[in-house]
């Protein structure tokens, strides 16, 4: 009788401790790191699995969206660079930051005498760094016990320096000042100088004669994960490829019959397997989230989208987005929100379970996204805005836009003309509805007016030189 009593006892115990247990596994599941793989001016459709371009060849990237949540209508705050990285960094709009425009290497000057010559309005007034008062993520990780680094392209540090021999025009604005315990490679550069070795770069030293700067940059971050594998870690990997100059190893150019910029996708792509692979081989699997996104619309072109950097149709903003953790983020899903860069912050934060009160004086424009991603949950429709008040040689700049569901207005300032389109319908933009959704374009009209009030935005003015 005893004994039947003892083992009914331990049978109870058993089933009440099966939660506890069942807990103690899904915690081993949790985020514990992130690695934030950005690629520069990488297009919609510049990646394998989106089917859309021949010669594309990126098996690496495409295992990483088996293994996670691909975003369809994922954005860019912005159609280039700078305003985009400041906003990721942040959580805040490019038009809240006055950091609207990319950081010109030329020099403030020179590029709005060429840019604004002949135009009806003179483009907007923007800052040339991202200022030290501004709170990044990576401070906010570092702060909590977390190791940083930053490996690649920063472009917030300063105009100017195609003037410099090595990229540096204010040492105290780069990543190191922004929470990074670690950086390799990020200046005020907006492109390198090389992408072989010697780099004149003063944040990496050279390596031999002939080193490629992807392929660096791929060794650093897996050496940083070996260094730092015991402790809870942000590696930021920014790749400077595949913005301009066109260069990559001959042997790669040879594989693709001379095409420099499917050569310098494929050699972009090794280098995220080879940091698949080390994350893998030590063990951090199990608890390291994995993101791969891009800093604006692609310099080719971009199917089945329209235009490309630079513009705000869709080419020049809508970018690839994977999320990637196995075991926490549903493996092979898809996800058609919209997501955009002000967002990463609060994602990470509510991902990493940092708690609010670790960052409750930061203001953060941006959603946290995280159960959308991990338990695939439904989100109400928001807007999502752009402001971009610069000149480009194609269409759709000098301009600002707001998404709202599947509708999309894009309002140019020296026509003072709106588009309007129905991007579920019309993927393409091809067809202006402002005419005929009249209620519509005004409504989205007068909620992009009142956003760019409320983040006291930087606007175009009249050119008396025109």
Known sequence: MKSNLLHNLLCVCFICLLPFIANSQIKRKEVKNIVFILVDDLGYSDVGYMNQKHGVTTPNIDKLAKSGMVFTNAYASCP???????????????????????????????????????????????????????????????????????????????????????????????????????????????????????????????????????????????????????????????????????????????????????????????????????????????????????????????????????????????VPLIYSLPGVVPSGTTCDVPFTSIDIFPTFMKALRIPKSNYKDITLEGENMWSIISKQKSMKDRAIYWHFPHHRNNEKCMASAIREGDWKLIWEFETDELSLFNLKNDIGEETNLANQETDKAQALLGKLKKWLIQTNAEMPLLNPDY
């Open 80 to 318: 280039v660079c700078s305003p985009t990285r400041a906003s990721i960094l942040t959580g805040k709009s490019p038009a809240s930051l006055k950091m609207t425009c990319h950081i010109p290497g030329m020099g403030m000057e020179k590029y709005l005498k060429q840019r604004n010559k002949g135009k009806k309005l003179m483009e907007a007034e923007f800052i040339d760094h991202l200022p030290l008062s501004e709170v990044t993520f990576a401070e906010v990780l570092k702060d909590n016990g977390y190791r940083t680094a930053f490996l690649g392209k920063w472009h917030l540090a300063g105009e100017g320096s195609a003037y410099t021999t090595d990229g540096v025009v204010n040492p105290e604005l780069h990543p190191d000042g922004q929470g990074f315990d670690l950086n390799i490679g990020g200046c005020a550069y907006g492109q390198p100088a090389d992408y072989f070795s010697p780099y004149r770069n003063a944040t990496i030293t050279d390596g031999p004669d002939e080193e490629y700067l992807t392929d660096r940059l791929g060794e650093e971050a897996c050496q940083f994960l070996e260094a730092n594998q015991e402790d809870a870690f942000l590696l930021y990997l920014s790749f400077y490829t595949v913005h301009t100059p066109l260069q990559a190893p001959k042997e790669t150019i040879d594989k693709y019959d001379g095409n420099k910029y499917l050569a310098m996708l494929d050699k972009m792509d090794q280098n995220v397997g080879k940091v698949m692979n080390k994350i893998e081989e030590l063990g951090l699997s199990e608890n390291t989230l994995i993101v791969f996104y891009s800093d604006n619309g692609g310099l080719q072109n971009n199917p089945p989208l329209r235009n490309k950097k630079g513009s705000l149709y869709e080419g020049g903003i809508r």
